[in-house]
């Protein structure tokens, strides 16, 4: 074997190395869908600590009128990236990027202290299975929408932040249309797709054993943070962390 052979090999072999390692941190694109009775501003830490990392990330602001709806809009959001998307649910949102994460540049998905039902579940019936210990929520006057008593917000979703920061997110919630409770999924994206779960170990909007009895369901590899159902707000390096593990594994 004379040398040239050889350095031709090394090279060749080289350039394989750096065209894995290229393919390994193809996944930049990372879309959120917040979840209900909140809304995407409460992602802010998260969002630049990993844009800061080479990320670019957008956040669907979804109306949360209907399940079908907020699918969506989300597509809309997807329809835009350019390239492999890491989709990320937090709460409700996971009932959405279930189904949303079809999308043909969907390349994973994670689940942020969220729902992660199976086909012809809803959230209601899932949540009903493990009752949480908080969630003060009421009707609004016309029976259509839910939302969570201002006043029990900072103790029922997000215990741990500074109480500014929880009147504040209580101020911005987004009310949930029953009807988006209520509605079951279709066959799931998880059972084709790569899937990581965030399970908020303080959490009392939903069970943390339901969490992660829905997350060992799917299969996804879980990561638990001390933090209650706000964890991306609380600990958003945490939450980042993760975020970004499953974007280097989905592009694999």
Do not use: C
Not at 37 to 44: F, H
Not at 74 to 98: A, E, F, K
């Amino acid at each position: 074997m004379n040398r040239r052979y050889l350095s031709t090999l090394a090279l060749a072999f080289a350039t394989s190395l750096i065209a894995f390692a290229a393919q390994a941190a193809q996944v930049k694109n990372i879309v959120i869908v917040h979840g209900a009775l909140a809304d995407g501003s409460g992602w802010r830490k998260a969002t630049e600590i990993l844009e800061k990392r080479g990320f670019n990330v957008t956040i669907v602001q979804q109306p949360i009128t209907s399940l079908a709806d907020d699918i969506a809009a989300t597509n809309r959001v997807l329809d835009l990236q350019d390239g492999p998307v890491l989709l990320v649910g937090h709460s409700y949102g996971g009932m959405v990027i279930t189904e949303a994460g079809h999308s043909p540049n969907v390349a994973g998905l994670v689940y942020v202290a969220a729902f992660q039902p199976d086909k012809g579940e809803s959230l209601i019936g899932l949540a009903s299975s493990k009752p949480a210990s908080g969630m003060n929520i009421r009707e609004t006057k016309d029976g259509k929408y839910l939302y969570i008593n201002p006043a029990a917000f900072a103790n029922d979703f997000a215990a741990d932040l500074p109480k500014d920061e929880a009147a504040f997110l209580a101020k911005s919630q987004v009310f949930a249309s029953k009807d988006a409770f209520t509605a079951r999924t279709g066959e799931p994206a998880w059972k084709v797709k790569k899937s990581w779960s965030i399970v908020a170990t303080e959490d009392r909007s939903i069970n943390p054993d339901l969490e992660r009895q829905m997350a060992k369901r799917a299969g996804s590899e879980i990561t638990e943070i001390k933090a209650s159902h706000a964890v991306f707000a609380s600990r958003p390096e945490e939450v980042a962390n993760v975020i970004e593990m499953a974007a280097t594994a989905a592009g694999k």
